[in-house]
């Protein structure tokens, strides 16, 4: 019965993927706000495959906040880099400058408000991309970052990428941390029933020490640890 529960949710979800980031696509020309509807519908149908052919549960313990916040989420799986668009209204996430550089789907993270990170660039580059936090936050929108840098298999308790604590000073907002199991369940070639949990912490204040900070942070993204 898991063999073919995972044999109907790859078939699905793959085609079903391919689907929407072609309508996803076909529609940036026409209107942007078509364009990100067309891309929370990709979240959505990733919902749809995990709980009603692989049987798992998604609980939410806690709520995004109705400010402008950084929320730092444990990163075990591709689910949480997809559900994103679902768990936050227009999220604009801090991802790899490299992945801008892909046909097409560069021009769709661009378009939908993602912002480029360059680990290993100047000041001149690391500046531009807070003044681009800065004005997307300015709109309303949720900064989402994941800290660890990569995926972290479940029950690993990593350091956080040391561009972290700069941001968070330089963008000047609370940071929520957000914990999340989906590793047992989701990072798997074979997947199984289970439930994946997010569970939001509490708001951890601007203008902290970076070594307080970075473990307020680690301890409650790490709060799902078995």
């Known amino acids: ?44 149908w990733q919902r749809w495959c995990l709980t009603h052919l ?8 806690g709520a995004p906040l109705d400010e402008p916040v950084l929320y730092a989420i444990k990163h075990e799986s591709f689910f949480e880099a997809i559900d994103a668009p679902r768990l936050f209204y227009l999220p604009s996430v801090f ?19 993602l912002v480029p990170v360059e680990r290993d ?21 949720p900064l989402v970052i994941f800290p660890e840098g990569t995926r972290v ?23 929520v941390p957000v914990a999340v199991n989906s590793g047992p369940v989701y990072h798997r070639w074979l997947k199984k029933p289970g439930r994946i949990i997010y569970r939001f912490g509490e ?16 301890t409650a993204i790490n709060a799902l640890n078995d």
Not at 121 to 141: N, T
Not at 162 to 168: I, K, N
């Open 1 to 44: 019965m898991r063999v073919l529960r995972n044999i109907a949710f790859y078939v699905a979800f793959y085609i079903g993927s391919l689907l929407i980031t072609s309508a996803s696509l076909l529609s940036l020309p026409f209107s942007v706000d078509l364009f990100r509807a067309r891309v929370r519908d990709w979240p959505r």
């Open 54 to 61: 692989l049987g798992c549960d998604i609980v939410i313990e």
């Open 95 to 113: 991802a790899k400058q490299e992945l801008f550089s892909i046909p097409l789907w560069g021009r769709a993270a661009t378009a939908f408000g």
């Open 121 to 141: 660039a100047g000041a001149k580059a690391l500046m531009k991309m807070i003044r681009a936090a800065k004005a997307l936050a300015a709109e309303g929108r």
């Open 153 to 175: 298999p479940h029950g690993e308790n990593r350091e956080l990428q040391s561009g972290f604590a700069g941001l968070y000073k330089m963008l000047g907002l609370p940071v």
């Open 203 to 218: 708001p951890i204040p601007p203008g902290l020490p970076r070594d307080e900070v970075e473990a307020r942070v680690r």
